[in-house]
């Protein structure tokens, strides 16, 4: 059974830093496409990066600078490094893994 298991978020000022941890087992993360997505207040959850099994990625505009995505293979975790973060990337962030394997998400609230 595959599940993932999100962790690291909480609650930081703005311009601070802060990564997410998506821990995964039941599956080796070596060669998978992992997706962390974000649902902000009253707002649909949106994609905001993407890792291809060849190291790939992409990043939403909003996003692009401050956030990087990686994977430890040795620890079956991706991560979500946050940086300069703004009240806008407030929300719920979850990671998918292919295909459709979701965690169960994890609170990130930036002040102002």
């Known amino acids: 059974q595959v599940q993932l298991v999100e962790s690291g978020g909480g609650l930081v000022q703005s311009g601070e830093s802060l990564t997410l941890s998506c821990e995964v087992t039941g599956k080796n993360i070596s060669a998978s496409i992992i997706s962390w997505y974000r649902e902000a207040p009253a707002k649909s959850r949106e994609v905001v990066a993407v890792?291809?099994?060849?190291?790939?990625?992409n990043y939403v505009d909003s996003v692009k600078g401050r956030l990087t995505i990686s994977r430890d293979i040795k620890k079956n975790t991706h991560y979500l490094q946050m940086n300069n973060v703004n009240p806008d990337d407030t929300g719920v962030y979850f990671c998918?893994?292919?295909?459709?394997?979701w965690g169960q998400g994890t609170q990130v609230t930036v002040s102002s």
């Open positions: 890792e291809g099994t060849s190291g790939r990625t």
């Open positions: 998918k893994d292919y295909p459709n394997y």
